[in-house]
């Protein structure tokens, strides 16, 4: 029993030092940029499917005032990096946010610094609700709406959604629920939570406003 509790004692000494000496290692961006060149650039460096390119102030001109933290959470629950799910969780928080500092570093200057982390709270919250949404959809609602097919809405067509949009949020969700022609109750994914289907639509009213980028428009 002795034994045990020292052994108890002493992983738990460990795991709380390793644990400190991680959280105090300072954030790198030049070891960041070392890390984004040889996983990240793939997808960034051309902008694959609207990912922020680095150097390109325009694709950060939203970002950069949401702050590091929330981009952080943003990535780690892993709506935009579909392809790389089993990348994400291997990630120390240290590694990511390095990577997020080095790209945030490539459009930062004088009159950008300011901007950095200065959303409202309420903005940060609605941006990863919206990024949820659409780790959700890509799951479960992709299938008819990106193109369109059966009848479906297409996200991001503003003529599809002209005559549904302004039934609100809730009634549309409720569509979802009770199912509507060729979209079967709950849009066939039964374990999800209503609050989860307003998530999912709330990102597909998202895809109509300017600036989306339409998975045709980037050859997916
Ligand atoms: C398979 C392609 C792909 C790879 C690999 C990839 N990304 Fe992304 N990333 C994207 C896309 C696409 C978006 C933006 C989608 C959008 O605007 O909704 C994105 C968005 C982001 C954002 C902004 C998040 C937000 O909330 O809008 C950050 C930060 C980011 N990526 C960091 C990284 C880092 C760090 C790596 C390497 C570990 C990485 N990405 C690897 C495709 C990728
Ligand atoms: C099998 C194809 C299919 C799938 C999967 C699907 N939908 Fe649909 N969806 C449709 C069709 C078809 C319509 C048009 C129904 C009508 O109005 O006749 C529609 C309509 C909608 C509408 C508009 C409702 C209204 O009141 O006008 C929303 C919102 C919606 N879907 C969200 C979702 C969400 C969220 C998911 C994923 C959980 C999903 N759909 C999955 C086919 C699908």
């Known amino acids: 029993m002795k034994k045990l509790i020292v052994s ?12 400190a000496s ?25 902008g694959l499917s609207h990912a922020p390119r680095p150097g390109e102030k325009g694709d950060w001109a939203k970002l950069l005032p949401l702050g590091e933290d929330t981009l952080y959470t943003s990535i780690i629950d892993g709506p935009n990096h579909m392809y790389s799910k089993g990348i994400s969780p291997i990630w120390s928080e240290w590694q990511l ?6 790209l945030t570093s490539t459009v930062t200057d004088a009159s950008t610094q300011a901007q950095i982390g200065s959303a409202s709270e309420a903005d940060k919250a609605q941006h990863l609700r919206l990024m949820h949404g659409r780790k959700l959809y890509e799951q479960a609602c992709f ?10 809405p297409q996200l991001g067509n503003a003529e599809a959604w002209a005559a549904r949009k302004d039934k ?13 022609a060729h979209m079967y109750a709950h849009g066939g994914s039964n374990s999800l939570s209503t609050e989860e289907f307003k998530m999912m ?6 895809t109509l406003e300017e600036g989306w980028v339409s998975p045709q428009q980037n050859g997916q």
């Open 8 to 19: 108890i004692v002493f992983s738990t000494l460990c795991f709380a030092s390793w644990n």
């Open 22 to 46: 991680a959280e105090d290692k300072p954030i790198d961006p030049a070891a960041g940029k070392t890390l984004y060149e040889t996983y990240c650039f793939m997808c960034h460096d051309r």
């Open 97 to 102: 946010k390095s990577m997020i500092r080095y």
């Open 143 to 152: 299938k008819c709406h990106n193109y369109g097919d059966l009848g479906a």
């Open 168 to 180: 609100g949020i809730d009634t549309l969700v409720k569509t979802v629920i009770d199912g509507k």
């Open 201 to 206: 639509t709330e990102y597909m009213l998202s």
